[in-house]
C-alpha cells in the first residue's frame, strides 16, 4: 500500500526531513521492502521536497519475486484510489496520478522514480551491514521475528545508520526490549520514528 499509516509519512515529511536536508548526500534503506509501495512512496516525498537528486534509495527483501515485482512499478488499478487518498493524508504536494501511466488496468509507476533506486536481495537474519544510511525504514517486519532475532535486525540498522540518521518502525514496533535500544532516542513516539544517538 503506497503510503501505508499515512502520518508516518506527513512526519517524515514535516518533522524529519527539515533534518535530512543537512546532510550532504542521503541513502534510505526500507528494509523488507516487499513489493515496492513504501519505496516509491518515499521515493516521490523525496522528489518533492527536492531531495531526489542527492538521494539512493535501497530496498531489499528476502523475496527475489516481491523485489522483481518492486523493481516493474507496475500495481493493479483498482488499488490505486486508496494510494491516491493516503498520498493526501501523507502531505503529497501533487496528484498522485502525475506520477503513473494507466494502461491495461495496471498502474504503471514513472521510470524516472528507480533511476536512484537499488534493489537487492538482503536477508536481515544473515547479512551483514553494507551502506550507511541517513534513514531506514523497516515497519510491519519485525513483529514476524522473535525476539532474538528483532534484536539483531536492530543492531544491524543502529550499525547502519549515521550519528543523527533516523529509523522508523511499524505502528505495533518498538525498541523497548531491544540490547540496541540505547543507541537511539525517540524522535516522533507516535510514528515509532527513532533517531541514532542524541544529537544537539
Known amino acids: 500500500m503506497l503510503y501505508r499509516d499515512s502520518a508516518y509519512f506527513l512526519a517524515l515529511r514535516q518533522q524529519v526531513i527539515p533534518h535530512l536536508r543537512t546532510f550532504p548526500s542521503i541513502k534510505v534503506w526500507v528494509a523488507g521492502c516487499s513489493s515496492g509501495e513504501e519505496l516509491y512512496s518515499l521515493a516521490i516525498l523525496f522528489r518533492e521536497e527536492g531531495l531526489e537528486p542527492k538521494t539512493m534509495f ?14 516493474s512499478g507496475i500495481y493493479s488499478l483498482d488499488r490505486v484510489a486508496d494510494f491516491s487518498r493516503n498520498n493526501v493524508t501523507g502531505g503529497g504536494e501533487s496528484s498522485l496520478s502525475d506520477y503513473y501511466t494507466a494502461a491495461y488496468g495496471d498502474a504503471v509507476f514513472d521510470s524516472s522514480l528507480r533511476q536512484r533506486m537499488v534493489f537487492s536481495d538482503h536477508s536481515l537474519a544473515a547479512d551483514a551491514v553494507f551502506a550507511e544510511m541517513q534513514l531506514i525504514s523497516c515497519r510491519n517486519v519485525l513483529i514476524y521475528f522473535d525476539p532474538p532475532l528483532q534484536d539483531r535486525a536492530i543492531g544491524l540498522f543502529s550499525e547502519s ?11 505495533t514496533e518498538n525498541l523497548r526490549f531491544s540490547s540496541h535500544a540505547s543507541d537511539f532516542t525517540s524522535f516522533c513516539k507516535d510514528e515509532r520514528i527513532y533517531r541514532k544517538g542524541n544529537p544537539v
Open 161 to 171: 545508520l549515521v550519528r543523527g540518521g533516523f529509523l522508523g518502525l511499524g505502528a
Open 58 to 71: 535501497y530496498g531489499t527483501d528476502i523475496d527475489t519475486d516481491a523485489l522483481r515485482k518492486a523493481e
